[in-house]
């Protein structure tokens, strides 16, 4: 590893192009615009503070940094990571019923991000993440993470009557660019409603605070419904809504990435980052096409300077979280609700196509998006761990049927 860290280094400025640092810039404008509001609202349903939120915001950003650097450089490919958007999602909703419960301490869900950054490291360490992917039903998995992702999509058209000047839009704006095979239109609707609030005298910008962010040490603890509400969860997500995807885009570029060697990476970044806030760091899918073609820089073999690059911007963004914190702060509900609505139009349609695609498993691919849709707690546990819970229920039953 060492070694070919240092052969890599020496040929860095090579890599490390104009192209490479713009590819890289905007992996993260696209992942920010799309995903980042997203950490916020989690932060909101939470009730954390203004310090506590730029520890999670921080956690994440130097999290990416690390493993995109270390993995770009190790493997000599444009590896990019990101923070788990499913994960983050999962959260937003998780946070709102446990607040509702007696006795919510945050310390609880720390431990379980710990936990699930556990299970990657020993899953990449063994080699078992192969044998597990083929034991855990996709269409399970995705169902439940399409009944996550639909509340996001009902939040963008239940801000129209809040402002719906704003949000209407943000909406045209979005499919226009998309119509015109814009690779960010996200980013577009994101400064479009920024125009369209600053007009309306929205954004409150005595709120904003120009400030280095402060990691905040938040002790670890563990309950058993934060072990299977929100660590088995996130860890099925992980691996399967971010690493496996991640995976196959850099295959279907011409990488061979060595996943166990990305998830030890990732998982350790994750571990790390746990008591900080982190909730999790993984393979990038959908922002890792950004690095991975002739854009970022001609030469296949040189294009890993596009994964550093990325490292580098994460890293100094992460150094002004707290700056990072109060610019969205600053921005009104209905333009959070709308960009974090349209950044997750692809991710719902995917998750929705890939739990329903399968005419065999499509049963309990439909049992987990209701169940989880639902939004229920049971015995103190969140929907989407009984929607994992009852959808692999309903497989085992529908496969035995047909066995015997």
Known sequence: ????????????????????????????????????????????????????????????????????????????????????????????????????????????????FAVASLAIILLGASGLFGWVMARVPTSVVMGMLAGVLIRFGFGLFNAIPEDAALVLAMIAVFYLLRRLEFRAPTVGALVVGIIVAALGNTIHLESLNIALATPVYTPPSLTLQTLLGVALPLAALALTAQNAPGQAVLKNAGYNLPINGALVVTGLASLLGAPFGGHGITLAAITATLVTGPESHPDKDLRYGAGVATGLWYLLLGIFGATLVSVFTALPHPLIAAIAGLGLLGALSSSLAASMSDPQSRDGGLIALLCTAANFTLLGIGAPFWGLVFGVAVEWVLRWRKKN
């Open 1 to 112: 590893m060492l070694a070919s860290i240092a052969a890599n280094l020496r040929d860095l400025p090579r890599a490390l192009t104009l192209p490479a640092l713009l590819s890289g810039l905007l992996v993260i404008v696209v992942g920010s615009a799309s995903s980042l509001v997203i950490v916020f609202q989690a932060a909101s349903a939470a009730q954390l503070d203004a310090d506590h939120t730029s520890s999670w915001v921080v956690a994440l950003m130097l999290g990416c940094a690390f493993s995109c650097i270390v993995m770009s450089l190790w493997f000599r490919q444009p590896v990019i990571a990101a923070w788990s958007t499913p994960g983050v999602v999962l959260l937003v909703d998780s946070f709102k019923v446990a607040l509702a419960t007696p006795g919510y301490n945050y310390g609880d869900y720390v431990g379980a």
